[in-house]
């Protein structure tokens, strides 16, 4: 079994693949204060949970946009499965172009949504990935990456906004049965599911204005799920999209040794 990890800032996401299939996906939060022990009882722990024995890990790969713990997640897979991890970046065989000023900048969660969008989907693809922060990514039909755009998530938006009125209080991030809200709670669903599903909409419409129509709309992402259905735009959404891009690279770079 090959083990894919997405590091983000709220959550780690970690899938297992055999034999070209995802076994698993599941995520824990991410905590900067833990030290690889402690990742690697928590790892392993879910591993147990899905039957999966530290000797049958052949092999992992890495996605991190949190420094300070990349390191101690790659500690923590030595430790109770034996493997040293690839972490993922440009210098890999990604498969994957980057036309932007400063290529570095790149996150490696963008990295990994455009590998898979090139891997699996036809392009020019846009690339949406509504986590933490709101990412988009164009990917031309060459499968180079063109640009991004980020914004504030939906979740830090909510919470800014809750935290920043003295009335508005929390509320489930449910679509309301109309746009129009006739109360507070709906109001609220309304400009958080539909403004964010109408941002999208108005976002893919610049993007393809500069990329060209695109083939490829997909989501990723612990908010796009809730959003992206009520996007006017055919988008679909993949909530494995980074972990099947950290698995290709793994493929390429085992292809190619």
Known sequence: MVLTIDIGN???VLGGYENGALGFCT???????LEADQYALELSGILNLYR????????????????????TVARALRMFAGVEPLKL??????????????????GADLLAGAIAAK???PLPAIVIDMGTATKITAVDEQGTVQGVSIMPGVFISLDALVNGTSLLKGIATNAPVRAIG????????????FGAASMLDGMVERFEAELGPAKTLVATGGAAGIVVPHCRHSVQYVPTLILDGLYAVYCRTHAAL
């Not at 995520?27 to 204060?33: E, G, M, P, W």
């Not at 890990?57 to 890495?62: D, F, L, R, S, V």
């Not at 970046?89 to 790149?106: A, K, M, R």
């Open 10 to 12: 709220t959550n780690i």
């Open 27 to 33: 995520r824990i939060s991410t905590d900067k204060s």
């Open 52 to 71: 999966v024995a530290g000797e049958n890990i052949e092999g992992a790969i890495i996605s991190s946009v949190v420094p300070q713990i990349t390191d």
């Open 89 to 106: 970046t440009q210098e890999l065989p990604t498969g994957v172009g980057v036309n932007i000023d400063t290529p570095s900048e790149l």
């Open 119 to 121: 891997a699996l989907y």
């Open 182 to 193: 006739k109360n507070t709670v709906e109001s609220m669903q309304s400009g958080v599911v």
